[in-house]
């Protein structure tokens, strides 16, 4: 399939991360498939009175493939392409280890391993995957015909023999590569969908942008914005007695607007790292930066109006705890619902501090919310309290 290519770098790497994010589930099933596998296979030989010793090293064969499985899964969390490495060399190495059993058993009762194996290596649903163990399955039949004919020996003529070998591979084969097909081409035309919508909301974004800085219309004023901030901070850190832990980050933050090498900043702030600053460059506000756009698409989406059938679209990817989120994120999106709830939503009176604490922590809210998020607020909730009813107290007197 031809790679498509996005005006927007963040297209692609959305579309990536689509793609990417689900390995884990797919890596999940295969582990469980090999896992059976395992067992049943080790169960038949016991039963059937092969060998101890072959018994123990084709187990140990499978804990291996399963082992590797179980290391990618932790390298992932540094890159998700130790995922997609991992679903080549499982899908080859568990070929490799069925045939192995079979030439050095010698016994038809393993062949039926090799479809299984087949099958397992479609449950990745990439195209190149299953091009690949379709070579090698094709190749493993071929070399057992040809070199192991003792093993296909039947009560039948040897031509309805080959017929029947040959007719039953092509028919599998068929039948599940044309099912892989239209599952991989569906999840394509999905991703694709998806990634071209972000494109379409990229452009909206930057072309607003661009008019706002045109018009100098934007209200935020950096400096402003920074010390603003640095204030609010102070208070709160006051408010619940720790340390101010904020300001340094907030002198980051200018000096990164201020376009000062970053060697320079770490140089001055030996407390921070290179990590430390891409995270922070995500909360600069310059025109064209990520918490911009991020402003401008919440403030444009208060006023939007979905129809009936965009409501499944529109909240497909929203949950309070999406495992490829940051804890940050998390906790934004539950301080975020907590205040609403605070203040009440529409049609709904506003709840009180104990209303609160038993919705989330007595209902069956709290299993759809991050157990990390919970046991801070679980921990913390008269801070919770205090600050909002403050917040409250002082739009109040404003007002």
């Known amino acids: 399939m031809k790679k498509k290519y996005f005006v927007f770098p963040e297209t692609q790497y959305y579309r990536e991360y689509l793609e990417t994010k689900h390995f ?20 038949y030989m016991y039963f059937s009175s092969y060998e101890v010793l072959p018994i123990i090293g084709f187990v140990i064969g499978y804990l291996v493939v399963l082992l590797f499985n179980f290391a990618t899964i932790a390298y992932s969390k540094e890159h998700y392409y130790y995922l997609k490495l991992n679903k080549y060399i499982t899908s080859i190495s568990l070929f490799t280890l069925i045939l192995t059993m079979i030439i050095y058993f010698k016994s038809p009762s393993f062949i039926p391993l090799i479809f299984v194996a087949y099958a397992v290596s479609a449950i990745y649903k990439d195209t190149k995957v299953l091009i690949a163990t379709t070579v090698y ?81 934007n209200s935020l004023v950096n400096r402003d914005y920074y010390q603003e901030t640095k204030k609010i901070l102070e208070e709160f850190s006051k408010k619940i007695e720790i340390d101010d832990v904020f300001s340094e980050k907030i002198d980051v ?25 891409e995270r922070l460059e995500k909360l600069l506000v310059y ?34 705890n999406k495992q490829s989120d940051s804890i940050e994120i998390k906790i934004l999106c539950f301080v975020v619902y907590f205040v609403a709830l605070k203040r009440g939503l529409s049609g709904m009176k506003p709840l009180t501090n104990q209303e609160l604490f038993d919705t989330f922590i007595n209902t069956d809210l709290y299993y759809f919310i991050d157990p990390k998020v919970i046991k801070i607020y679980r921990d913390n909730a008269d801070v919770f309290n205090t600050i909002v009813d403050e917040v409250f107290g002082q739009v109040k007197k404003n007002g």
């Open 24 to 43: 884990v589930g797919q890596n999940a099933l295969v582990i469980m498939a090999i896992t059976s596998m395992m067992f049943l296979t080790a169960i």
């Open 137 to 217: 399955f094709i190749f493993a039949v071929l070399m057992l015909i040809f070199n192991f004919k003792y093993i296909f020996e039947f009560q039948n003529a040897i031509v309805i023999k080959n017929l029947a070998i040959g007719f039953f591979l092509i028919l599998f084969l068929l039948i599940l590569l044309s099912s892989s097909f239209i599952i991989i081409n569906e999840k394509t035309f999905f991703y694709n969908n998806i990634a071209f919508a972000k494109e379409k909301e990229y452009r909206n974004l930057d072309l607003i942008l661009e008019f706002k800085s045109k018009l100098k219309t």
């Open 253 to 277: 933050l200018e000096k990164l607007e201020s376009g000062i090498d970053k060697q320079k900043i770490l140089k001055e702030h030996p407390l921070f790292n290179q990590t430390d600053l």
């Open 287 to 320: 025109k064209t930066s990520m918490l911009s756009k991020l402003i401008l698409k919440i403030k444009n989406s208060s006023t939007k109006k979905y129809k009936t059938r965009e409501i499944f679209s529109s909240t497909h990817f929203q949950s309070f």
